[in-house]
């Protein structure tokens, strides 16, 4: 078959092949990386990268720095547009708290070299130590 296969009346696919497909992943190679690396689990348990899903499970993937935690509702074999992938998937994965978000430090463009005090306020702010 064409790396998919139908068992028992459902529908299923390779995990790599689904996650490339809804665009979770920029290639498949990227999302294959990622379950041997142990970073995809499939309703709690580590996924190779030839793990079958199917619509009702639940999906754990950490590619790059996102962690994602998605709910398959639809399994699709080649990649599609960003408004129809997000149609074949249920995002749960929890939002940030305030905590995790990190401000930015931004100086105007053409501004010149930081000044010794803006040195140390950069400093500052990336050993987690803002005042």
Known sequence: MHGWA????VESTRIDRWLWSVRLAKTRPDAAEACRGGHVRVNGRPAKPATMVSPG???????GQNTRIVEVLR???????????????????????????????????????????????????RAGRIR
């Open 75 to 125: 399994v699709i074999h080649k990649r599609v547009g960003a408004a129809d992938a997000a149609t074949c998937f249920l995002d749960r994965t929890p939002r940030p708290t305030v905590t995790e978000i990190v401000p930015v430090a931004a100086r105007d463009r053409g501004a010149g070299r930081p000044t010794k005090r803006d040195r140390r306020m950069l400093e500052r702010l």
């Open 6 to 9: 139908i068992m028992d009346g």
């Open 57 to 63: 499970d639940e999906v754990r993937a950490r590619i």
